[in-house]
């Protein structure tokens, strides 16, 4: 066959697969009108000259020039691409195949003779963010984000994530990365403005490209009136600075010491079963014209002795009788998460102890600032306090609710 026919055999044959194809230089016509067999240099085969654009990324355009020195029929094969094409100068843009897959490029002239060109072209899926996190919330309650960036459905090989982040109104969020996705449990403390909360989180792969998405958290004021509590004077007395002095610095130090990763695998649980009596962020005053204050846990009554249960795995980091919060006892449950029991009549712990989730750590009582027997149960995220109520059965605050012995990753 001459290298004519067997041009017009491949191009009847057509390119079995190619996106957006142009090429330039040389059209059919003017070859067939004599170009071929006028400019190839004697004995030399065609010089190729390749180039493929860099950092291809699977499912997207890979885009290929070939120069040739002399208009010649040029083949090329790539993954279960074929394409021919006479001509001189070539530019193609075919779709990158994941994996490693060999681009071979011929170009033929007019006298037979064939220059080739040979490569391997890596190409990965790139990651695909997406934040998952509650549309609405209500102010004091704790935001709880993921930001996963696998597959779906799953596809190999893919590009190396290098870097990853979560930004709340602009403010990168430390976070836990843990395989295909990092995820960040913050406050929204009582006292900030309800309002929209925007969420971006960042990808960014081996080859430097950053994959963004976005979302929005609608947050809603704290629904509840001020209440007027009206304590006796004498129940008051327990407050003294030096009491409020001494627990803010022994809670302050639990704090500082909680460690970087979750000591939990499973939904969290209410500590004591009863009436809840005044629910989470209340904002009240203790006495007439007196300051206003924001409850920062949840009242459960219950009888002066019922077991207080670990709301979940964790450290003993304070456990001793205290002028206002009484029997006090502090869980670390690591990734900043800790859970306080005031009131108790007894403890059943020591600081350092380990505990499991639902071990019994005290007694439901009434000691310190208190008018009944109840526990009063705070879960806290970097100290500050989150509505207790949305931990439970849940293994994130918000999240689903989960069976007692599921174990989550
Ligand atoms: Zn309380």
Redesign the pocket.
Known sequence: MTPVAAALAWLQRGPRRALAFATTGVALAVLLGGVIGSAAPPGAPPRLYVEVGEQPVAGRPLDVSVSVDVPAIVRLRYADTTLEEVAQELRVSLLAEAGAWALEIEAEDAAGRVGHDSRVVYAAWPPEPRLEAPDALTIGDALFVRLAWGLEPQREPRLRVVDVGVELDGVPQPGLRRGDEYVVLLPLPLQAEPGDRNLRGVVVDAFGNAHETHGVVRVAPNPNPVQELNVAPATLAVITPEGRELEARTLEKAFAAVGPLPRWDRPFLLPVEGRH??AFGLPRRYAPGGPVSF?????IAAPTGTPVLATNAGVVRVAGMYPIKGGLVVLDHGFGVTSLY??QSALAVSVGDVVERGQVIGSVGSTGL?TGP?L??EMRVDGVPTAPLAWVDRRWPGGPVLAPDQVVD
């Open positions: 009596t005044s409850h920062l846990g949840t009242d005031f009131h208190s109840h009063h149960w």
